[in-house]
């Protein structure tokens, strides 16, 4: 599903934020990203979501060598993913409503359809009633589900969460990672960057730990850490 | 505390884009932008100078259509008052002279039809420069027939030549084409003129459309991130940019092409009633009407491909 060879990544002429990135992540697996501020997790993800290219190295999304693939056809790859940012990147103008119906929108389903998958998300992620409130006037948690709620309603082959529970109070943060979970059991690829390690001890996924740029891989099963692999 | 209602045009483009981009409308906050009037504006003054570019230049091809119809195939036979020493001929010499020309012209068959100018029309022609009070005998003034042929082609002309140079070797067989060359030139050019000024027009359009575009993208670039990444298109996201230039472009193009109209039709009135009878009247026919009502969908049309032209390449900037 994604194969990063040798990936680095730089700002135009900035240093190397991320060196001899080496991974690969089967279809359905389930990821925790993790890394002290500053690693480059979120450049890491900007990478995956196709955000940016890689300075050199090869990467490889749902078959495709994106090095090789026309910027035209990029989003075909980007319809295949759902996003959630750190900082959620709703669209102020839009309601509740309209920013999670925006991927449908773009892969123009039909309006009932629409209506009608939204709408059950929304009530599922708690929203049913702010549906058409506009994002400034939400608390960010509800932002957040928001934001979480766009980036699963097209049903993605890949989720990339930014920090998905950062805002969000113990109940709901829980409740959403069970949606991912179950996101996950449906064949959705999960890579969830996150500090929280009470969530990771939790669920136990494997983690990519990125530290000064370079990245190590670790499976996990429950609480238990075995490392297996130093890839950089 | 009263609610402030949006203008007229706002509601109307919010309107056509719903019908345009489906019951949304369309993903990015253009309802907020500040320069959508001043868009709106500036294409209604475009089509303001393009319709009175476009009526300038219907008028006087009318003209320059009615001079050269009118003339065609006509010619003028002037029988001088003066023969080739410079003496003066006398009002009966001229008389004669003129009645031999037109016996000739009676029997001749390039002939349609002719008809020599009386003394009363002649003097009426000339009033203006010598006053009603002269009389023939004093100034001694030329025959003048007017000639209509049948065929105005050089051979039957020269042969027509001939045969009156025979009978009058001063006359003067005079065609009109000197003065309407001429005359033909100079509307030729006013004609390029307008059409040069409809060409900067558009090119004005062109570039306040396209710098409209590029800093509505500026002050968007976060809502157009987003829907890039989200999986749009460039095309998807062109296609707002595209029919937000269209629908401004349109209300504002029929605005100002009904505003253009009106001052056109209001000059022509002007032109009418002054007298001039060097100015045809220029009548609105079906295909000037229809310029006229292609001219907001040009102007649409010509907003649309340059904002649409505009943000696929600025987006394909974006990784």
Redesign the interface.
């Known amino acids: 599903m994604i194969k990063f060879d040798n990936v680095g990544f730089r700002y135009e002429t900035g240093p190397e934020i991320l060196s001899d990135i080496s991974f690969e992540l089967a279809a359905g697996s389930y990821h925790f990203l993790t890394g002290p501020s500053g690693a480059g997790k979120t450049s890491l993800m900007s990478l995956m979501?196709?955000?940016?290219?890689p300075t050199r190295g090869s990467l490889h999304m749902f078959e495709h060598n994106v090095g090789f693939l026309p910027?035209?056809r990029?989003?075909e790859i980007?319809?295949?993913?759902g996003?959630v940012f750190q900082d959620f990147?709703l669209?102020?103008?839009?309601t509740a409503f309209?920013n999670v119906?925006?991927?449908l929108?773009?892969?123009k389903r039909p309006?009932k359809e629409i209506r009608n998958n939204v709408t059950e998300l929304l009530d599922w992620v708690g929203l049913g009633e702010s549906k058409d409130r506009l994002p400034p006037t939400l608390s960010g948690g509800q932002q957040q589900r928001i934001a979480i709620a766009?980036a699963i309603i097209?049903r993605p082959r890949l989720l990339l969460a930014d920090e998905p529970t950062g805002n969000l109070d113990d109940t709901i943060g829980f409740r959403l990672m069970g949606l991912f979970d179950q996101l996950n059991k449906m064949g959705t690829t999960i890579v969830i960057a996150t500090h929280n390690t009470h969530i990771m001890e939790l669920f136990g996924h494997p983690r990519l730990i990125l530290a000064h740029g370079r990245l190590t891989q670790e499976t996990r099963q429950g609480p238990i850490t075995q490392k297996i692999r130093n890839v950089s | 505390m009263s609610v402030k209602r949006p203008p007229f045009y706002v509601k109307a483009q919010e309107i056509l884009l719903r019908t345009v981009l489906?019951?949304?409308g369309y993903?990015l906050?253009f309802?907020?932008d500040a320069d959508r009037g001043y868009l709106l504006l500036l294409v209604g003054l475009m089509s303001f100078l393009a319709v009175l570019a476009c009526a300038g230049t219907l008028s006087l091809h009318a003209m320059t259509q009615r001079w050269s119809s009118g003339l065609e195939n006509k010619i003028t036979i002037e029988i001088k008052a003066e023969d080739r020493d410079g003496t003066m001929l006398s009002p009966e010499t001229i008389r004669l002279e003129t009645e031999k020309i037109t016996e000739m012209l009676q029997k001749n068959p390039a002939v349609k039809s002719f008809e020599a100018l009386q003394e009363k029309e002649i003097k009426k022609l000339v009033s203006p420069w010598l006053g009603e009070d002269f009389s023939l005998e004093d100034i001694p003034l030329p025959g003048l027939i007017a000639v209509e042929l049948n065929v105005s082609s050089p051979e039957a002309l020269e042969k027509l030549t001939g045969s009156i140079k025979k009978l009058s070797p001063t006359a003067r067989v005079d065609t009109h084409r000197e003065w309407l060359q001429d005359i033909l030139r100079f509307t030729g050019t006013l004609q390029w003129i307008a059409l040069f000024v409809a060409l900067i027009v558009a090119l004005t359009t062109v570039t306040a459309i396209s710098s409209g575009v590029k800093s509505r993208m500026a002050v968007h670039k976060?809502?157009v991130e987003?829907?890039?990444?989200?999986?749009?298109?460039?095309k998807?996201i062109a296609r707002q940019f595209q029919w937000h230039a269209i629908i401004i472009a349109l209300l504002g193009s029929i605005l100002g092409t009904a505003a253009g109209l009106g001052m056109a039709t209001f000059i022509l009135l002007l032109s009418g009633q002054s007298g001039t009878s060097l100015i045809p009247q220029i009548s609105l026919d079906s295909t000037s009407m229809l310029i006229f009502i292609f001219l907001p969908v040009i102007a649409s049309i010509i907003s649309g491909v340059t904002a649409r032209f505009t943000v696929l390449r600025t987006l394909?900037l974006m990784?």
């Open positions: 979501y196709l955000g940016h290219r910027r035209e990029l989003f980007r319809q295949k993913i996003i990147r669209m102020n103008h839009l309209d119906a925006l991927p929108r773009i892969l309006e766009r097209a | 489906g019951s949304k993903d906050p309802g907020s976060d809502q987003i829907l890039h990444l989200i999986g749009a298109s460039d998807y394909s990784p």
